[in-house]
């Protein structure tokens, strides 16, 4: 069965370092999103992602976050420099269709501490 | 703005029994609604899609029902097992909310055998 691939699946980083987390979505989805949830908390919405630019983003998403498609398979969420409440498990999801109206389809999450 | 309540308390419940567990949702009119299960430390995984004409889908054990006039859904396992222990998150969504998903809080349900 096809599915979204996230690495790495835990990363430690330094407050104020930059990070990238990588996910592959399902081969043949078109939108593409991040989630992120902190513990204890709900997942939240970060950004959408088609046709190769943001469709929609939170106020989460603010200028710290960037979000790229390099290349035919990988899709990338970069903070530019992590602070403290960075700290979450993040989530990337691809969809066929709109998620509104359609499955979404969950990596297993990277979970990022900011030390 | 709009709000979704789900059952902040876990629901325990003894095995074979079903589990009803509740999405409320409140300024808005959502046009359909999605629940996914959520293992710890895992992803959400898509469970069932309701639409705002639909008053009640089934897909094996599980059934979820939609009531536009209430502002809730239902979702409902019958004769649960210990594996459908996680916690359950509803998205309910509007007809021009694009691709997002806007989860409630979550219900975590324990089933005991």
């Known amino acids: 069965e096809p599915e979204v691939t996230q690495t790495p699946s835990h990363q430690v980083t330094q407050m104020g370092q930059e990070v990238i987390l990588r996910c592959v979505p399902i081969?043949?989805?078109?939108?593409f999103y991040w989630y992120r949830q902190i513990l204890g908390q709900k997942v939240e919405f970060l950004v959408s992602f088609y046709n190769n630019e943001i469709s929609e983003k939170s106020e989460i998403f603010d200028d710290q976050f960037s979000v790229e498609r390099p290349d035919g398979s990988n899709f990338t969420l970069k903070i530019r420099s992590t602070k403290l409440e960075d700290s979450a498990m993040y989530f990337c999801a691809s969809s066929g269709g709109f998620a509104g109206n359609t499955e979404a389809f969950f990596g297993q999450g990277t979970r990022l501490t900011v030390v | 703005s709009q709000k979704i309540e789900q059952n902040s308390e876990a629901l325990n419940i003894q095995e074979g029994k079903t589990a009803t567990l509740t999405c409320n949702y409140t300024n808005y009119s959502p046009a359909y609604l999605q629940w996914y299960r959520q293992d710890p430390g895992r992803g959400p995984v898509f469970l069932l899609l309701?639409?705002?004409?639909?008053k009640e889908k089934r897909k094996e054990r599980l059934k979820v029902t939609f009531d536009t006039t209430l502002k809730q859904s239902l979702f409902h396992i019958t004769a649960s097992q210990p594996a459908d222990s996680a916690t359950y998150l509803c998205a309910p969504g509007r007809r021009n909310q694009g691709g997002k998903l806007i989860f409630g809080q979550g219900t975590e349900l324990s089933v005991k055998p």
């Open positions: 081969s043949n989805h078109l939108y």
């Open positions: 309701i639409r705002e004409n639909e």
